[in-house]
């Protein structure tokens, strides 16, 4: 007898959506991993081909030589790229530096077989800083010794050495007087470039450093100061390695004092009056920075403005040491998710405004904090303790890239009005902008010859020919604002400008390179870089005196 009860069936639509729907959380659960997780090594995604027409690859020397078996060789021959991932280079060969001994043998065995000589560690500088086309380069990084004297209130350290390895060491009675706004750069190439930082009463690295030992082009040791062979500090300061090879740095360093930190949202138009009333004030903060939003709707128009401000010399006893970046793998989803533009961007900029304030790490013990009721209480080696592990990721085909631009401080209005329509109208993701305060630079490469403000930009770009193109556009049209403005644009990144654009903005550079050769006649100490400032530099005139 046959049953006439319904049985159940799964129709062919309800399958298929199905299917989609696994398949849809599959993909992005597959892609949000990708997008939050560490990199598998560093990125290489070849060179750019050329600066304003001149091509950066050379040709080899003839009879190259055997490689010294005595030299600590990391590679013998060989690749280097930098942290663009634009700028791979072939090379000699890499000596491992560990002591002063490395470094004497080193030059002498360069100039004994006709080879050009570099310096490197980091590598974060963007266009071919660190090392030339078949040139014998020295990897800094393990010469990296600190001393700290306490007394004289001075850490003097090998070139190697990283800020946040500075900082672990003389955390918690001391803290960093000068540095870069993230810790992940070596005190040698913070020195060649002039970084500068969140503390804009202290200055750029220049203002900190007491004396320096240099190893000149002949072997011989000089010590340099503001003092002391003067000229030649002025030239190692922001010089881009290409006056000697820094062997010790003296750095002054400060009380480790306890900040209240605070945050408040402004319009990006209102930042030159609050900073003249409060940032810049006598009694205003010691650390700040300005971060600009990068949402559509909102793009650079609000600013939050992060602000640390003294309220105690020293730390409390009980302080604890100094912690790691964490919520890493979020923070890298995402920015990862903001190159997506869009809805992202607003998400990112959301996070910032919202979020980021529930997770701040209070560091200074509550015993101390009391004091302050609820305030939110960090030591000053705190905000600079930031590895940024988060900028870096796993993603094929793209790359980030810095810029930043700096303009007297009475041009910042019309300039950021004007920045931000050139950044709008074009199609690379503006991952981050902020601003920053610099003064005036006694050294031979000035980024800022009256005080002045910077915009930092970190803009990603496809690592193809397409995406190339449209870094140079956009840094061009950027730099053609800030001369415009009166600035300049800072030289540690992609060499996109034009010779007329770099003379512009730098005409000492024609001097620099003439007292480049003084100090190093045969022109020994190079990088990919220096080719670059001659090529683009070519006949210009000697300028007159002041």
């Known amino acids: 007898m046959a049953h006439d009860g319904k049985r159940f069936r799964i129709s062919r639509r309800l399958l298929l959506g199905g299917a989609i729907a696994a398949g849809g959380l599959t993909w992005a659960g597959s892609t949000l991993a990708r997008l939050a997780r560490d990199p598998s090594g560093p990125k290489d995604a070849g060179r750019i081909a050329d600066a304003d027409g001149m091509s950066l690859a050379s040709p080899p020397s003839k009879g190259l030589p055997p490689h010294d078996p005595e030299l600590p060789w990391l590679a013998k021959g060989g690749e280097l790229n930098d942290a663009s991932a634009l700028s791979r280079t072939p090379v000699y060969g890499v000596v491992g530096v560990t002591e002063e001994g490395h470094v ?8 004994d077989n006709g080879l050009k000589v570099s310096m490197a560690a980091v590598r974060h500088s963007m266009g071919g800083h660190a090392f030339d086309d078949h040139a014998l380069v020295l990897d800094m990084m393990g010469f990296d010794r600190i001393e700290l004297d306490e007394k004289a209130r001075t850490v003097t350290v090998q070139p190697g050495a990283t800020w946040h390895e500075i900082q672990n060491l003389i955390h918690p009675r001391f803290a960093v007087k000068a540095m870069q706004s993230t810790d992940i750069f070596s005190v040698g190439g913070s020195i060649s470039v002039n970084a500068h930082g969140m503390d804009h009463r202290a200055g750029s690295i220049a203002g900190s450093i007491r004396s320096m030992r240099v190893m000149l082009a002949d ?108 919520a890493v793998a979020v923070k890298r989803l995402i920015m990862n998710l903001a190159k997506q533009g869009g809805l992202f961007q607003r998400l990112k900029w959301f996070a910032e405004k919202n979020l980021e304030p529930e997770f701040e790490s209070c560091t200074v013990p509550r015993t101390q904090a009391m004091g302050e009721g609820e305030a939110c209480l960090v030591s000053r080696n705190d905000p600079m303790h930031d590895s940024v592990p988060y900028l870096f990721n796993d993603l094929g085909g793209e790359t980030d890239i810095l810029h930043e631009y700096f303009v007297p401080r009475s041009e910042y209005l019309s300039f950021i009005g004007a920045a931000r329509e050139i950044l709008r109208n074009q199609d690379l993701p503006v991952l981050n902008a902020s601003i920053r305060v610099v003064d005036a630079e006694d050294i031979a490469l000035p980024y800022a010859v ?23 556009k956009l840094t061009r049209d950027l730099i053609d604002l800030t001369l415009l403005h009166r600035g300049r644009f800072f030289l540690p990144y ?29 022109e020994f100490f190079t990088s990919t870089f220096y080719r670059v400032l001659k090529s683009m530099a070519g006949d210009a005139p000697l300028p007159g005196p002041a």
């Open 104 to 111: 004497a043998r080193a030059l002498a065995f360069a100039r």
């Open 219 to 326: 072997g011989s040791v000089v010590n340099v100061s503001p003092t002391e062979n003067a000229d030649l500090f002025r030239h190692l300061v922001g010089g881009y390695g290409l006056f000697g090879v820094i062997l010790a740095a003296t750095l002054e360093i400060v009380p480790n004092a306890v900040y209240r930190t605070s945050r408040s949202i402004i319009r990006s138009e209102e930042f030159p009056q609050v900073f003249a009333n409060e940032i810049g004030a006598h009694d205003g903060p010691s650390l700040f920075y300005g971060h600009l939003s990068t949402a559509p709707g909102n793009f650079l128009e609000d600013m939050i403005v992060y602000r640390y401000d003294k309220t105690t010399d020293a730390v409390p006893a009980d302080m604890p040491p100094l912690a790691e970046p964490g």
């Open 450 to 472: 009256e005080p002045a403000f910077s915009l930092v930009l970190y803009i990603n770009q496809g690592t193809d020919e397409a995406g190339n193109a449209s870094m140079r």
């Open 494 to 522: 992609q060499p996109h400008y034009t010779a007329q654009q770099l003379l512009e903005s730098y005409p000492e550079v024609p001097l620099f390179l003439n007292t480049k050769r003084q100090y190093d006649p045969g």
